[in-house]
């Protein structure tokens, strides 16, 4: 598939910067023509260094309609500019602008990846019809969907999303060639000093976005009431901010106040350094409410840190209760603070759990991997004639 062109539609370069940057390098190495089409919150350099090809246009994050009424002009017309053959938008607003305007764009083939669907199991009401909603407008106006959590990709199947060729697990994946622990002798020791973490302490890290559905109250709950039991244990907060506000942005700061922890947590955002982060941590955890494949678990799980996550979709993928990690309820900090409490006091246990999740995730979530199950999905879209032409739901 030599010069075909693929356009990515991601709402922030960092985004594509941070989590797409790898696979679409891979899918360049493979002979396809990438460009990412973004809003510029500063990571385009960075992409453009990686060799990526970078269209800047009007994103915002969240629901703005003027905004996304500049954002679907602009898209389209970049999309037929560049004679764009594949059209692939990512959640979350990719979800209700990237496939319409691809669409009136007349791209050959539109896709798009579900990182998550905007809803869970526990979500009810309004909120889930409205989120179930947005997800069949998405389906409704692409050609493809493609997955990363097998529950999502069983769940549109089950509910006839799309007819059983056009929807696609492909899964999530990591660097491996990057997150490989045996890459960073010493590092522990140097940056954990770096940090102004001592060696006997036990550090509980989380990395996410610094967003309410990612837990950060559930954590802080938990970090003050394992603070008081474990005199050791200290916390590495890494998290990720967008450039634009967030409706449920959280302040890290008056979370740690508080639960009384500001003097035992490390608190760092937009860090590049994250293998040698990870190995600083004695566990990992994130108390998430909704996931698709949690890159943060895959990436403390190549690094062999033992893992601790809410017992949602996505996370139940990637941590099998008791062989590779521990679930905890949603929501429940009581559940939180006993699986981490048990992870503190076994030794044993964090080296097995470590290693096993590390073996997991090796196994079934790289980025090769990922990255080649989808050039093979192109690839048969394209030799097989499944794009917008012929297209029926």
């Given at each position: ?69 500049r ?18 938008s ?9 496939p319409?305007a691809?669409?009136l764009?007349?791209v050959?083939?539109?896709a ?28 409704g ?10 529950e ?83 916390f ?148 097989n ?9």
């Amino acid at each position: 598939m030599e010069g075909v062109r693929v356009a990515h539609v991601v709402p922030t370069d960092r985004i594509a910067y941070l989590l797409l940057r790898a696979r679409l390098l891979r899918l360049q190495e493979a002979g396809f023509e990438v460009s990412v089409v973004c809003g510029d919150v500063g990571y385009g350099e960075r992409l453009e260094e990686c060799g990526l090809r970078v269209l800047h246009i009007p994103f915002a994050r969240e629901i703005a309609p003027w905004t996304d009424l500049r954002c679907l002009r602009s898209l389209r017309q970049t999309l037929r500019r560049e004679r764009v053959e594949i059209a692939h938008s990512h959640n979350p607003k990719g979800t209700l602008l990237g496939p319409l305007a691809a669409r009136l764009a007349g791209v050959p083939v539109v896709a798009h990846t579900v990182h998550g669907f905007l809803f869970n199991e526990n979500s009810k009401g309004l909120h889930r019809l409205a989120a179930v909603g947005a997800e069949r407008w998405c389906a409704g106006w692409c050609d493809h969907l493609f997955f990363q959590s097998g529950e999502d990709f069983d769940y549109a199947r089950k509910r006839r999303f799309k007819k059983q060729e056009r929807l696609h697990l492909i899964g999530n994946g990591i660097d491996e060639r990057r997150f490989d622990r045996d890459g960073y002798p010493q590092v522990r020791r140097e940056k954990r000093r770096e940090l102004g973490l001592e060696e006997e302490q036990l550090v509980i890290g989380m990395v996410a976005r610094l967003v309410r559905e990612k837990g950060y109250e559930e954590f802080f709950e938990m970090a003050g009431r394992i603070a008081r039991e474990f005199p050791q244990v200290h916390f590495l907060i890494v998290g990720i901010t967008e450039a634009e506000d967030q409706s449920d942005a959280v302040d890290p700061q008056r979370l740690m106040e508080e639960n009384g922890v500001a003097d035992r947590c490390v608190l760092l955002e937009q860090r590049s350094d994250m293998p040698e982060l990870y190995l600083c941590m004695d566990v990992a955890v994130l108390p998430s409410h909704r996931e698709g494949i949690p890159r943060a678990l895959l990436e403390a799980g190549a690094m062999g840190v033992p893992m601790a996550a809410s017992a949602i979709r996505g996370c139940r993928e990637v941590i099998e209760d008791g062989k590779t990690g521990l679930l905890f309820g949603l929501k429940d900090v009581d559940d939180f603070v006993g699986k981490v409490r048990a992870l503190l006091g076994d030794g044993e246990m964090r080296r097995r759990l470590g290693e096993a999740g590390r073996a997991h995730v090796l196994e079934n979530y790289t980025e090769g991997r990922t990255a080649e199950l989808l050039v093979g999905c192109y690839r048969e879209i394209l030799e097989n004639g499944l794009t917008s032409r012929q297209r029926s739901c």
